[in-house]
């Protein structure tokens, strides 16, 4: 099932879409994908992020992609704008870190051969079908559920390098814990974390949740842990997510009723309050690295991505 | 037509021409003719060694072994190192051509025994799922070979009282009936601490109605209908912390079981067909104090009630000539199971494995239950159908007989599931004083439901050679390669475990079962290489058996505790094991009036590949399977002539089992022990009393290990026990 569904995903959106022109056989596919971008000037680090819809189409018999994007903002008040032809691309099998989710991938791997209306250079294309994650009301917790479109792409125009960005994500890795003395390593890849900005009316902050936390062999595992409201930091870099002594929530679902008669279903948790958080993308901002300590006693780091694994 | 006392049935099949059992259908000749390594048990050793139930026969036949714990719903068989100890049975039960599909009526007592049939190694190719480690075939005396009235009474230490009547009557050569009625009361051999009360007593009792009705020459039937009824404690588990039997909630399983099984058979020119029609129903309720402990944890009750009907139609080819023979047949089953099995959580339950948890985890926060007991409902309904074709081709060369066999299995099972709880608990607020604020209420209301089905499809085939060492067939040597099935089926009781998860993940604490993993087991596949022989020679009287397998078992069905505070059991697969060993039995009667009966067996079963992603097992030992079983044996008759008195008979008997490994790590064990019995009987003409004893040498051993909430518990066998049976033959 979880392999069909992507798969069958596709073959609906072939179904809508399909069309036989007069002039030959021609099976083409097209989304309107959503993102943000993260545009910054690599002279002088100023940064815009937007909110983008990248148009693309796959002409399944012959293997060729176009992907069209309008009027994307640049610092300084400037707009980019382009349409690229004709990109051979792949498709592959993928599955999650987590939840043995598959997804497939539609990956530029060749420069494009139209760079098209605009002054474009190093563009990389991913198009991934995966599940997300959505918070099931009756359980309070994560599952994976939802299948959508997501693109990783990135590209330079002249000082600007423009990458695209998800502001829902969740990272799966390796946390290594330090605890103790003698000093204990403790290894989980089943923690996920995942980070939900948001970026409305410049707010720019972060709700960071931790799933399945554990933090050594002999602490209790803790379904949701969330950090709410930390402020995200943009750069040249990537994007930054900072925060001391923070007092998390956990999560507690079912018909919730606070004292004061409302509930957002979690409660506080002081006893693992967080003494620092760092949240670190860089790169094509697909990868993450956290780091923080708790409570006062586990150190952990954590290295992971939002993508899928492929599996072939 | 009064059989004698001292008649004796040895290694070859008891039907006769006045019956049709399933076995003799199927296998249509003697036992030890065959190429398979068999046990055949007869009513009057059976009468000597005591056995009323399948757990008597444990040890007597090499390599098959059924511990006794628990209570009658866990019937546990392990043959060659394959078992299970809960769900699908390793070993296919047949008695009066009725095959029992629920392992929780496997454990019954049967009055006038006439035979027991005990096949080790697959038997799927004729006889279908659950025969990957062999099949039992039970036969109770037939009023064709028997008439009067039988009566039995018996008593024994621990105030274990057995009594039976039979009244068997033969109306013409053509038709014959028997009624026959059993009872019997068991006060009990270990005390629960609690309450000082016995946890084992029993009270069981039943009714067989069997008839042989000739219609014509070509055509017969036979129907048998039984009802039985127990009721009973049971679970004398000790906690290896304490050394004691002690817990606080009520234990008790009761069963109703009804079967009949309706045999036809018609003679043609051409062929033999025979129906055996069966309709099963079973109505069973467990209650279990989970946690075994004298605190309120948690308790469980498990109501099933099954109906399920079964259909065989099977055809032997007259022998067209005396070089071939076949027998082919069309199998097909429907059982339908409804099950309630709540889950109660109690005070110290709810403190020590819910609120505890969360509270270390956000002591400022504490939560606390709404009430000190709520239930986690389960109710399940599974409906399963399977159909097969199979046929076995028999051809003879000379001394050479070559069988090839192949059965099409089919099976469909459904689950559908409904989990509920109701419940809810409240949220303070630590204050700087000390004291605490109401901060929240959370009520909690589960309720789901679902169905899945599983379908599997099976081939199992047999391939077998036999060579006549001479020319009457009495010394063989034989090879044969055939593939076992076991189904598949559901882990209802992690359901509760499930749920419970659920629950604690609601308030943020606990780990996720993955439902999908967890819910469903995959069918277990052997393949079975066996070369053996069977020997018997004239005078004096010496029978010999040997077997010698390997068996090579992919997605073995193992039970297993699951990590953590939970008391769930989770039926998984191992992804591959080996099982190697032999078999040897013998029958001497050196002189008249003495005889001798000798079983052993050795098994080596370990894990081939089995990593359960927190252990590598590979080369340890099948946990529950144990490596030997010895059974010895030898009774003398003194003949008084014709006395009051007539005859009197020594028995002694020892039967030693194990070493039995109680985990996949293989870090606790049974070492082998031996348990001696001996027997004195006195013969009238129309009586018999005997004396007798067993586990003489009152041998402390334990017959079942596991973790409760990763408590450990032991079961302690049964001790020292002395009695006497009487019996009136008229």
Redesign the interface.
Known sequence: MNKLFPAAMLGVALLFTACDKNDGPESTVKFMVPSYTLATDQTTGAFKVYTATFETEFDQVNGLAEIEADRIALPGDRTISFDADDMPYSIASFTSGY?NTNAYSIVSQYPPLDQGSADITNLNVKLYAGRFWVTNP????SELKTTSFFPVISFNSGNYLVRTFWPDATFFGTTTTSFGDPVTNYENKQIGYRVIMNLKDGKNTADVYLL?AKFAEAA?????IRLKELPIEFSANGISIKATDKVPD??????????NGT?DGY??????TFNEFTFTQTGDLTSATIGYKVAGKYSATFTGSYLPVATK | MNMSANERVHTDTVTTLDEVNVLSVKQEGRLDGEAVSATVIGRQELENLGVAALKGISDVVPNFYIPDYGSRITSSIYVRGIGARMDQPAVGLNVDNVPFLNKNAFDFDVADIASIEMLRGPQSTLFGRNTIGGLINVSTLSPMRWQGWRIMASGGTGNDWKASVGWYHKGSDRFATALVGSFSYLVGFFRNEFDGDRVDHEISGGLRWKTDWRISPSLYLQNSASASMLRQGGYPYVYVKTGEINYNDTCSYRRFFFNDGLTLRLNHEAFTMTSITSVQHLDDNMTLDQDFLPLPYFTLTQKQRETAITEDLVFNGKTLSEHYSWVAGAFGFYKHLDMEAPVTFKDVGIAELIEKHRNDANPYYPVKWDSRSFTLGSDFTLPTFGVALYHESRFTLSRWHFTLGLRLDFEQTSLSYRSRCNTGYSVDQLQPDGSFLPYAHVGIDIDDSGKLTRRYFNWLPKVSVLYDLDDNGDCNLYATVSKGYKAGGFNTQMFSDVLQQRLMGMMGIGARYDVDDIVGYKPEYSWNYEIGGHFSLPRPRLDIDFSLFYIDCRDQQLTMFPDGTTTGRIMTNAGRTRSLGGELSLLWTPIDRFDVRAGYGFTDARFVRFNNGISDFKGKHLPYAPGNTLFLSAGYSFDLGEKFVREIRIDADMSGTGPIYWNEQNSLRQNFYILPGASVSLSGTHWNLKIWGKNLSDTRYHTFYFLSMGNEFLQKGRPLQIGATLRLNF
């Open positions: 939840g009756n359980i309070g917790i399945n209790p595992q803790i379904s949701v956990m999560v507690m679902s079912g018909n919730v009723t606070g004292s509930s409660v506080p948790m002081p006893s693992f």
